[in-house]
């Protein structure tokens, strides 16, 4: 079978899945499980119109390889450093021996609540990126502001975060405006639409660094189909706990891709 080029790869959507630490190993397998049999025959996958990307804690990323396999596995947090004496880390080369594709970086409940710097988070993407792993990188505003303010925002986080990294750089953006995390609704569409274009516009024909910029922040069924033209794909959290609200985004991805440029 010969190999997708990047451009191909990146005309589909990215759905990625953060099960942050809310289930057991136990019940993370259960729900891998029923999503790998609900996704076994879906069309967006089968016809490769949506890239599926799961995130699971560390335990359990071997097990959820194996069971979401053909599907993206990646983990939620990688270490800056490289493989050695650095008690407690999980380094970019394990997670890739593993077979890891991605490696989630910088989201805000990190950077409050671990008190992750800049200089750390580009650490971490430039490690991702040593160890062949995509970095998805979280960008976002704290408080909610005009759209043009917080795509500036957004950009100077991506900025930052791949400063470490001297070469060409090959990121997923999720925006996800630190307001909307957690919240009973999104943010709204129209400030979603826009930010996520000027973000897009900014690295369009960029030859040092490519984007693909998808929306999280209390992402759910209903969404993708109002922000499609503008976005890369959705980034969602606890509405993907149940495998059928995933199904849900899944079947608008196959509905929007028609829009999709």
Request: glycine share 6%; hydrophobic share 40%; aromatic share 6%.
């Amino acid at each position: 079978m010969p190999t997708k080029t990047s451009t191909e790869v990146h005309s589909r959507f990215l759905v990625g899945v953060s099960l942050k630490t809310y289930f057991t190993h136990a019940q993370t397998l259960t729900w891998a499980k029923a999503v790998a049999e609900l996704c076994s025959k879906h069309p967006t996958l089968e016809s490769e119109v949506v890239e599926l990307l799961v995130l699971p804690s560390y335990p359990s990323i071997p097990a959820l390889i194996d069971v979401m396999s053909p599907h993206a596995v990646g983990a939620q947090d990688i270490s800056p450093y490289p493989m050695g004496a650095f008690t407690g880390e999980v380094s970019g080369e394990e997670l890739a021996a593993l077979g890891c594709s991605y490696a989630e970086i910088g989201h805000a409940e990190r950077r409050t609540l671990m008190a992750e710097s800049s200089e750390l988070i580009a650490a971490k993407t430039a490690a991702a990126v040593q160890a062949g792993l995509t970095p998805l990188v979280c960008v976002g505003e704290s408080t909610h502001t005009s759209a043009a303010e917080a795509a500036q925002a957004c950009i100077g986080q991506v900025e930052q975060a791949r400063s470490a990294t001297p070469g060409r750089v090959d990121l997923v953006v999720a925006y996800e405006p630190h307001w909307a995390i957690g919240a009973a609704q999104p943010a709204p569409v129209s400030h979603i639409r826009e930010v996520c274009r000027l973000v897009r516009e900014k690295y369009r024909d960029d030859s040092h660094t490519q984007v693909r910029v998808i929306y999280g922040g209390s992402a759910g069924p209903g969404l993708l189909s109002a922000i499609a033209p503008d976005v890369d794909g959705m980034f969602l959290g606890r509405f993907a706990h149940d495998p059928n609200a995933l199904v849900a985004v899944l079947d608008e991805a196959l509905i929007a891709s028609t829009t999709k440029p």
